[in-house]
């Protein structure tokens, strides 16, 4: 047992909270407010290698490990979490699948620039009638001679707008038992018949770009199937295993974000004439919220340590996910009622905080979907 | 060009300090490169991509220095060297690292040292100018600009917030003022290929020096935290009466006119 980080890995973390406690935390609000895509900042981001973390240097990343690509999640969404949000996405989802499932050709010409920050990526599963039930995929695919023609509609896609490429899936026939079969493309954003708008107004993570995806009659070359063409459904699960424990470090940096704006507020702010941290209703809401950020901040940990030593980490990432996700909505509406009228206000970023972190418990597979891949895992 | 940079690991002013019984609480303390020292590691990056040459990081501390010191490699110096004190059993001040520095810079071939101005901790701007003194070298303190051409050199010095030019040769020593440059980020590529850079660790003994004879020549007497500000004061009624008041209070209170 060993609770103590590498230097890589405190390095990287002061890096990354360096950098975002600079060129992040002060635009954050407006962001929010405008609903600005942080195009620039994501230049920066990819200069300082924080976009190929978990990537090894010939693919263009930084050959870190899952646990330094958590850290720096949980230190950018701490002073944003609708930049984690894409941050988090464009590296666990936009980047990874092509580096567990690609070819060396496609890691070649769409990983490494991805990984060396080059450009986004994102991934393409959502659909208007098909969320939780991924199963239920309406998009499909038929090889015609050297293409894949590619018709369908995905909604709420993360980062697809700023992206070079996005991983789309899409039916391609169904089983002997009448089942789906479904695989994954890389698509390039430029592909014609492929329209991407973003006409959503969301509650938080606004800072985040999320897009709606229309396929028609979109021709990519057959090598772009990614992974065994049967097998799109298993792949994106794994995808996802790794997604959860970058969404729940994102979690727990909004948790701890809208945490420290409590505790410094509450040791501040005076009523009858001492200051508020001195009462016990108080504190005991302080207490209760630094603890589950670190028992959240501990699973996370956790998971990720269990994927970098190539154990099965599937269960542990939703506990992660799960726990994180719900402790750190109880977190920022803990702090927002420290706050009490002033958390209220826009001014004071905690209303922002549980805007942005009620999201956790909703992308990347809801609360419910997690507490079903955890009763799978216990075998029921 | 070899390029040679004093550094120091400090705690992080920013961060709430504590003192107990005179002694910095270094369990809840955030430890950092001095932040005059970045500049100072930044410049040695920027003249050795311009100029050639290593830059190698000397420090004196323990091996918890290690941490800052493979951050500067991380920035992209090329070696760094930890003089550890873990065994040394004097006290140790300000005279004891300049001259374990001084001893370990006569044995190499140095073009340009560079420290910072001062470090945030106890703001004594001692070590690098006696560093200077030891080796026989020209020194600058706060610069703000640094070109090298051959042996020459041009630099500008903040003085008191105006510009002081200068020429003047190497080898050379100079300690890094704010707005000298901006220190970049360790990129994860870097921080990766620090893992692997060379980091030496020496003693006193290695340099062959004698404890007692750069034991300490100060002796700290006590640490405290500066006084709580106290609340202020609102002066009321007319202008000529709070003009008047303001002035009264300067004068007898503060005692500054």
């Known amino acids: ?380 | 060009m070899n390029i040679f940079v004093l550094m120091k690991r400090t705690f992080d002013t920013e961060e709430k300090i504590v003192i107990n019984d005179g002694v910095v609480d270094e369990e809840g303390a955030e430890f950092i490169i001095n932040p005059y020292d970045e500049y100072a590691i930044e410049e040695a990056i920027v003249l050795r991509d311009e100029h050639g040459g290593e830059v190698t990081v000397v420090t004196v501390g323990d091996e918890e220095a290690e941490k800052e010191l493979r951050t500067a490699l991380a920035m992209g110096a090329d070696k760094a060297v930890l003089i550890d004190m873990e065994d040394f059993d004097e006290e140790i001040d300000h005279f004891t690292v300049a001259e374990a520095l001084t001893a370990y810079l006569k044995e190499q071939d140095y073009d340009i040292i560079l420290g910072g101005n001062v470090a945030v901790d106890d703001g004594a701007g001692q070590v690098a100018p006696r560093v200077a003194e030891g080796l026989g070298i020209n020194q600058v303190t706060t610069i703000t600009g640094i070109q090298v051409d051959g042996e020459k050199v041009e630099i500008e010095r903040d003085v008191e917030g105006d510009v002081e030019k200068i020429e003047t040769s190497l080898p050379l020593l100079v300690t890094c003022q704010q707005g000298l440059n901006e220190p970049r980020y360790p990129s994860l590529p870097g921080i990766m290929k620090a893992k692997k850079k060379p980091l030496d660790t020496l003693d006193i003994d290695d340099l062959d020096l004698d404890e007692e004879e750069i034991a300490a020549k100060t002796k700290t007497l006590d640490k405290y935290l500066p006084p709580e500000k106290g609340a202020g004061k609102v002066l009321e009624g007319e202008i000529d009466e709070q003009v008047n008041e303001l002035v009264s209070l300067l004068k007898n209170e503060a005692k500054v006119i």
Not at chain 1, 139 to 155: F, H, Q, R, S
């Open chain 1, 1 to 380: 047992m060993d609770f103590e980080l590498t230097n890589e890995q405190k390095m990287t973390r002061d890096m990354v909270r360096e950098f975002a406690e600079q060129e992040i935390a002060p635009h954050a609000r407006e962001w929010d407010e405008k609903a600005i895509f942080p195009e620039e900042t994501f230049k920066q981001m990819g200069e300082l290698g924080l976009l190929g973390i978990p990537f090894p240097e010939k693919y263009g990343g930084s050959g870190g490990d899952t646990i330094s690509y958590a850290l720096a999640v949980e230190e950018i969404g701490k002073a944003c979490g609708g930049t984690g949000l894409s941050y988090a996405a464009a590296v666990s989802l936009g980047a990874s699948p092509i580096y567990y499932f690609g070819t060396e050709e496609q890691k070649e010409e769409h990983l490494v620039p991805l990984a060396s920050g080059k450009a986004l990526g994102s991934f393409g599963l959502t659909e208007p009638n098909a969320g939780s039930d991924a199963g239920g995929t309406q998009t499909k695919a038929y090889l015609d001679g050297d293409e894949y023609v590619i018709n369908g509609e995905k909604c709420w896609i993360t980062n697809a707008q700023y992206a070079r490429t996005v991983i789309v899936t899409a039916v391609t026939g169904k089983t002997e038992k009448g089942k789906n079969i479904i695989s994954a493309f890389i698509v390039p954003t430029d592909t014609p018949g492929f329209k991407i708008t973003s006409p959503y107004d969301k509650m938080g993570v606004r800072a985040s770009n999320t897009s709606e995806l229309i396929l028609e009659d979109v021709r990519v070359p057959k090598e772009n199937i990614l992974g065994d063409p049967k097998k799109g459904f298993s792949q994106f699960l794994y995808t996802l295993d790794g997604g959860r424990i970058s969404i729940a470090a994102l979690a727990v940096g909004i948790a701890q974000a809208a945490f420290n704006k409590a505790l410094a507020y509450a040791k501040e702010r005076k009523q009858f004439g001492q200051p508020i941290s001195s009462f016990q209703a108080i504190q005991f809401k302080l207490a209760d919220m630094a603890m589950e950020i670190e028992l959240a901040r501990n699973m996370v940990l956790k998971a990720a340590w269990l994927k970098d030593n190539d154990k099965p980490f599937t269960k542990e990432s939703a506990f992660a996910k799960l726990y994180a996700s719900e402790m750190a909505t109880r977190v920022c509406n803990q702090a927002l009622q420290i706050h009490g009228g002033y958390g209220y206000m826009k001014e004071y970023e905690v209303e922002r905080m549980l805007r942005d972190t009620k999201l956790m418990e909703i992308g990347e597979g809801t609360s419910e979907i997690q507490r079903l891949v955890i009763a799978r895992q216990l075998g029921c």
